[in-house]
């Protein structure tokens, strides 16, 4: 916000100079072909024309000079901007002193002069102090050549209120004292200057809505793939998980029998070894081979294994059945603990350290909250999206030299902020974000990751997400020293927002 602040003044001015057309028609003025005019009265209102025009020229060359961060472009636009004022400064001289050059008679009317050196217009005092102006900025060094410039904030309000106004007072008086044949041709040229105003005007229009359609175009087009990927993997998911269901169904019934079962042959031959202590030797030698005491030992904490590996399993599959629950289109209310456990789970492959990967700790620290009214799958997209970032970073980090003893952590935290909204907040100990990073973090296809690997629409489908879909909020929390906090804040029910 406040870097917008800081940028809206300059834009304030670009708009009341209006530059657009001045800068469709200028190439169209070139003083110095003016010296094969044949009426002095058309060069003296073309010359006073042009001197309106170079006043904002000069305006816009010296905002675009201090605004922009290449060198090369600054020496272009400082060389523009002196081969501007310069003009400005040799059509003034003509039109008051006179120049054969320029067909410029020189000794205005009484009522020109009146303009020109006298109040309220003090027109020939107005432009010096704007020359001056321009020169003193072109002699300022780099570091001075700010938007809080003392000389440009001159040069942008002379250009656009007190030295505009002057110079149209002399433009129309100029006009008025011109013949009645160089009227009509100034009337001409007039017409063919608005005509070339009105046509880039249009121009830059219809150019803007065409940009801004393509952009929407493109902006939906990437978020209709991002959808259609998360939805195709909700029902691969989906998929999985009832095929798993299926046959670790059958291994669980059967293994409650199973166990039964054993027990039971277990019992049977502990009786035929009490009844029958001696065994004929066929047996015995059996019984020693398969290491009886052992078997009888190891049987139940086997099966109690394959209990608890076919539970881990259910709870898995059905991790997966409430990561893959794509209901667009309406809202329910849900567990948020559960949507963020099944993300973790569908990212457990990268959280688990290895030859190739760091160790990533997730501590998580959940409050006590109530069912929440929302969009299950497209909030558990949001927690997909931020928590691969989170990993991300934490991967960046570990790659650094300085962070190779640093234990990588997600923090996540969820709390009941009042009875109608809760938050849930994500945490990793990474590297510092750099704060232009930051500033940029919610705009569509901004990334900063290597091509291929990143198309720059997560967070801002994240965005949109939470904000639009939910009436919530999201926002980036700097941590110093270390990374950064995503805070998720959305109602406990839509109902009450759609009411208030």
Same mark, same amino acid.
């Given at each position: 916000?406040?870097?917008? $602040?800081?940028? /809206? !003044?300059?834009?304030?001015?670009?708009?009341?100079? !209006?530059?657009?057309?001045?800068?469709?028609?200028?190439?169209?003025?070139?003083?110095?072909?003016?010296?094969?005019?044949?009426? #002095?009265? @058309?060069?003296?209102?073309?010359?006073?024309?042009?001197?309106?025009?170079? $006043?904002?020229?000069?305006?816009?060359? /010296?905002?675009?000079?201090?605004?922009?961060?290449?060198?090369?472009?600054?020496?272009?636009?400082?060389?523009?901007? =002196?081969?501007?004022?310069?003009?400005?400064?040799?059509?003034?001289?003509?039109?008051?002193?006179?120049?054969?050059?320029?067909?410029?008679?020189?000794?205005? %009317?009484?009522?020109?002069?009146?303009?020109?050196?006298?109040?309220?217009?003090?027109?020939?005092?107005?432009?010096?102090?704007?020359? &001056?102006?321009?020169? @003193? =900025?072109?002699?300022?060094?780099?570091?001075?050549?700010? *938007?809080?410039?003392?000389?440009?904030?001159?040069?942008?309000?002379?250009? @656009?209120?007190?030295?505009?106004? @002057?110079?149209?007072?002399?433009?129309?008086?100029?006009?008025?004292? /011109?013949?009645?044949?160089?009227? $009509?041709?100034?009337?001409?040229?007039?017409?063919?200057?608005?005509?070339?105003?009105?046509?880039?005007? +249009?121009? *830059?229009?219809?150019?803007?809505?065409?940009?801004?359609?393509?952009?929407?175009?493109?902006?939906?087009?990437?978020?209709?793939?991002?959808?259609?990927?998360?939805?195709?993997?909700?029902?691969?998911?989906?998929?999985?998980?009832?095929?798993?269901?299926?046959?670790?169904?059958?291994?669980?019934?059967?293994?409650?029998?199973?166990?039964?079962?054993?027990?039971?042959?277990?019992?049977?031959?502990?009786?035929?070894?009490?009844?029958?202590?001696?065994?004929?030797?066929?047996?015995?030698?059996?019984?020693?081979?398969?290491?009886?005491?052992?078997?009888?030992?190891?049987?139940?904490?086997?099966?109690?294994?394959?209990?608890?590996?076919?539970?881990?399993? %259910?709870?898995?599959?059905?991790?997966?059945?409430?990561?893959?629950?794509?209901?667009?289109?309406?809202?329910?209310?849900?567990?948020?603990?559960?949507?963020?456990?099944?993300? =973790?789970?569908?990212?457990?492959?990268?959280?688990?350290?290895? &030859?190739?990967?760091?160790?990533?700790?997730?501590?998580?620290?959940?409050?006590?909250?109530?069912?929440?009214?929302?969009?299950?799958?497209?909030?558990?997209?949001?927690?997909?999206?931020?928590?691969?970032?989170?990993?991300?970073?934490?991967?960046?980090?570990? /790659?650094?030299?300085?962070?190779?003893?640093?234990?990588?952590? #997600?923090?996540?935290?969820?709390?009941?902020?009042?009875?109608?909204?809760? *938050?849930?907040?994500?945490?990793?100990?990474?590297?510092?974000?750099?704060?232009?990073?930051?500033?940029?973090?919610?705009?569509?296809?901004?990334?900063?990751?290597?091509?291929?690997?990143?198309?720059?629409?997560?967070?801002?489908? %994240?965005?949109?997400?939470?904000?639009? !879909?939910?009436?919530?909020?999201?926002?980036?929390?700097?941590?110093?020293?270390?990374?950064?906090?995503?805070? +998720?804040?959305?109602?406990?029910?839509? %109902?009450?927002?759609?009411? $208030?």
């Amino acid at each position: 916000m406040a870097q917008a $602040s800081a940028n /809206s !003044k300059p834009y304030n001015y670009l708009l009341q100079l !209006k530059l657009l057309p001045v800068l469709a028609f200028a190439a169209l003025f070139d003083v110095h072909s003016l010296t094969t005019t044949r009426q #002095i009265n @058309a060069a003296v209102v073309n010359i006073s024309g042009r001197q309106r025009m170079l $006043s904002q020229q000069t305006a816009l060359l /010296s905002l675009r000079m201090v605004c922009t961060p290449f060198k090369s472009e600054r020496e272009d636009l400082h060389s523009k901007l =002196l081969q501007s004022i310069d003009l400005m400064e040799e059509s003034h001289d003509g039109l008051i002193y006179g120049d054969p050059k320029l067909n410029l008679p020189g000794q205005p %009317s009484l009522t020109l002069r009146a303009i020109y050196f006298q109040p309220p217009l003090n027109l020939d005092q107005q432009i010096r102090r704007y020359i &001056a102006a321009v020169r @003193a =900025l072109l002699r300022a060094e780099n570091t001075q050549l700010t *938007q809080d410039n003392p000389h440009l904030s001159y040069i942008l309000t002379a250009a @656009a209120t007190n030295l505009l106004a @002057a110079l149209d007072a002399a433009v129309s008086q100029y006009q008025e004292e /011109s013949d009645l044949e160089q009227f $009509s041709v100034d009337f001409q040229q007039a017409e063919l200057y608005q005509q070339s105003c009105d046509a880039a005007a +249009i121009a *830059q229009s219809q150019a803007e809505k065409l940009e801004k359609a393509l952009d929407d175009l493109k902006n939906t087009q990437a978020q209709l793939i991002q959808t259609e990927k998360m939805s195709s993997l909700g029902q691969l998911v989906a998929g999985v998980a009832h095929e798993i269901n299926n046959p670790i169904g059958f291994i669980s019934g059967n293994l409650i029998h199973t166990d039964k079962y054993t027990q039971d042959l277990l019992t049977l031959i502990r009786l035929y070894q009490e009844h029958y202590p001696h065994p004929v030797p066929e047996i015995r030698a059996t019984t020693e081979d398969i290491d009886w005491e052992f078997l009888q030992e190891d049987m139940s904490k086997m099966l109690s294994s394959m209990k608890s590996g076919a539970d881990r399993i %259910s709870q898995i599959v059905l991790s997966l059945r409430n990561f893959s629950r794509l209901d667009e289109a309406e809202n329910k209310f849900v567990n948020i603990h559960e949507g963020i456990d099944s993300t =973790l789970l569908i990212l457990q492959h990268r959280l688990k350290g290895g &030859a190739d990967q760091p160790n990533i700790e997730v501590v998580k620290e959940y409050g006590n909250l109530p069912l929440v009214e929302c969009y299950s799958g497209q909030l558990n997209q949001v927690f997909m999206h931020i928590l691969t970032n989170a990993i991300d970073a934490l991967e960046e980090a570990a /790659s650094c030299e300085k962070a190779t003893d640093k234990v990588l952590r #997600i923090r996540i935290r969820t709390t009941l902020i009042n009875p109608q909204r809760v *938050q849930i907040a994500i945490a990793d100990n990474g590297l510092e974000m750099d704060e232009a990073v930051h500033s940029r973090l919610f705009e569509p296809f901004f990334t900063t990751k290597p091509a291929g690997k990143g198309t720059g629409l997560g967070l801002s489908i %994240s965005y949109q997400i939470v904000v639009e !879909k939910h009436g919530g909020s999201l926002r980036c929390e700097l941590l110093p020293g270390e990374g950064a906090e995503f805070q +998720i804040e959305i109602p406990t029910q839509q %109902s009450d927002r759609s009411a $208030s």
